[in-house]
């Protein structure tokens, strides 16, 4: 079980990197959009709480 959450956290952060990466690359008249700047801030939180559950996992904690 716990390597199946692993590779569903895997999964997660993955989709979240791309689109990280996707607004990253978006832009309107060189300034980038608020909306996709609050944005970005969230899918960066989700990727910490993606890594966090995956150092909870390697370490054999249950969350």
């Known amino acids: 079980m716990p390597q199946q959450q ?9 989709r979240a990197l791309s689109r990280l990466e996707q607004v990253s690359t978006t832009r309107t008249n060189g300034v980038q959009d608020s909306k996709l700047l609050e944005k970005h801030e969230q899918l960066k939180a989700q990727a910490r709480l993606a890594l966090n559950e995956i150092d ?3 370490a054999g904690g249950a969350r």
């Not at 692993?6 to 993955?14: A, D, F, H, W």
Request: net charge neutral; glycine share 8%; hydrophobic share 65%.
């Open 56 to 58: 909870i996992i390697l």
């Open 6 to 14: 692993l590779i569903l956290t895997i999964g997660r952060i993955e």
